[in-house]
């Protein structure tokens, strides 16, 4: 790989960076942050849930996923789970996601009474770049396909010239779930205090809310 480094810009998310989006009818606020351990974070203002992503010379990742399952931070996750900065046409990655992460309530329980006997259900995505006029989007399918052949689960994202994903769409189990950009609003580095009280929330430190 030659990573493209004119690919990176999207995925800065400056410390303080606080995003807005419309999901299912209501808005949910995002904000780039870090958190106790020092990781860069993504942390909705709205909903119980943090996500942590990393980024290095070659990529964008997602890793650390916790909190409420309606954040708009789930299709964050689901459509970004790593992506190299390559724009070769024919380069495709692969990540594998837990199945709870892409169905309703009851494929939910359905994965959590199957877990502490066979594991956690997973499905593996297929993701490739795609080069826009007006930006770049990330195109996801699933492996797994249903009876019409068609993939069980894709997932889009799609960029603009400024940090963050401009919309994020996630299809499956015949369910789509979209979350447009609204307001973008510039970065603000946290006063010392500010950060200590994140710190102590019992997000922080709590294993009661995984998604």
């Given at each position: 790989m030659q990573p493209d480094y004119a690919l990176?810009?999207?995925f800065q998310f400056p410390l303080g960076l606080t995003l807005t989006y419309a999901m299912d009818g209501r808005s949910e606020r995002i904000v780039s942050d870090v958190d106790a351990w020092g990781r860069s974070v993504l942390r909705?203002?709205?909903k119980r849930a943090e996500l942590v992503i990393a980024l290095s010379e070659s990529c964008f990742t997602c890793t650390e996923l916790r909190g409420a399952h309606d954040s708009v931070l789930r299709l964050v996750r689901l459509t970004l789970a790593c992506v190299p900065f390559e724009r070769h046409?024919?380069?495709?990655?692969?990540?594998t996601l837990p199945l709870r992460w892409v169905g309703g309530w009851l494929r939910r329980l359905r994965s959590d009474l199957q877990t502490p006997v066979i594991g956690a259900p997973k499905i593996e995505l297929q993701s490739r770049v795609v080069v826009e006029p007006r930006g770049l989007a990330i195109v996801g399918r699933s492996l797994e396909r249903d009876v019409s052949a068609l993939p069980r689960v894709q997932t889009r994202a799609v960029f603009g010239a400024a940090p963050g994903p401009a919309v994020l769409e996630v299809s499956a189990f015949g369910r789509l779930q979209r979350a447009e950009l609204l307001v973008q609003?510039?970065?603000?580095?946290?006063?010392?205090?500010?950060a200590d009280a994140r710190a102590a929330s019992p997000l922080a430190i709590g294993a009661g809310g995984w998604s």
């Open positions: 990176v810009a999207p909705s203002l709205d046409p024919e380069l495709t990655f692969h990540s609003a510039p970065g603000r580095r946290s006063m010392p205090a500010e």
